[in-house]
């Protein structure tokens, strides 16, 4: 077998992987039914009518909640790969996590003073 190009086996691995996307996008649209009925064009198919305008402005205080929440969550996974290697980390290693936590806590009495944690 003559050398391929360094680029080849992940091209070939792309066309597949669309081939493979594109056929099962096809053959669910070619074995669905298509039988529309007036309910099940409503805008919702559990057949209740809509209460009130379909477009609510959301309040940014749940955006605020849960963005909050994303990065508290995200820096809280920072201390199990320290708590796994604790007992080679030493003494700094300590202090350095000390001085993380101080800064989450900080930041989480800064979200609690600005009200981003009230659910109102």
């Avoid at 391929?4 to 070619?30: D, E, K, M, N, Q």
């Avoid at 309910?39 to 009130?52: D, N």
């Avoid at 201390?79 to 989450?104: D, K, N, S």
């Amino acid at each position: 077998m003559e050398h391929v190009g360094p680029y080849t086996t992940i091209v070939i691995a792309l066309a597949v992987g669309f081939l493979c996307l594109f056929a099962g996008v096809l053959i669910s649209w070619l074995l669905s039914p298509h039988n529309p009925t007036p309910l099940k064009l409503e805008p919702y198919e559990c057949g209740e009518p809509t209460v009130g305008p379909a477009r609510v402005r959301l309040r940014t205080m749940f955006y605020l909640f849960a963005l909050v929440f994303v990065i508290f969550d995200v820096e809280v996974i920072f201390l199990f790969p320290w708590a796994v290697a604790f007992r080679e980390l030493g003494l700094f290693a300590f202090l350095e996590m000390l001085a993380f936590i101080g800064i989450l806590l900080l930041g989480l009495a800064y979200a609690w003073r600005k009200g981003a944690l009230t659910w109102r």
